[in-house]
């Protein structure tokens, strides 16, 4: 299942390049792509996985960026 979310207020290449590595290595998480110019967060992930991914994406994202907000798309 691929799922999308914007980063709202993400500035930093870096620090989008570090979340894309760190959700990438999330269980169920088979890729996981960061649009910096966009704010786009893609991810694909297990059908299982895919209901409570979203609370560890927040979690990871928190950890680089603390003022960015991740939404649902």
Not at 4 to 22: G, N, Q, R, S, V
Not at 34 to 41: D, E, H, P, S
Not at 57 to 68: F, G, H, L, R, W
């Amino acid at each position: 299942m691929r799922k999308t979310y914007i980063l709202e207020e993400l500035d930093c290449a870096h620090c989008a390049a570090e979340i894309e590595a760190a959700v990438g290595k999330l269980e169920g998480v088979t890729k996981s792509t960061v649009a910096f110019l966009t704010q786009k967060l893609t991810i694909e992930v297990d059908d299982a996985k895919a209901d409570k991914i979203t609370k560890e994406i927040k979690k990871v994202v928190k950890k680089y960026e603390p003022d960015v907000e991740v939404v649902e798309k």
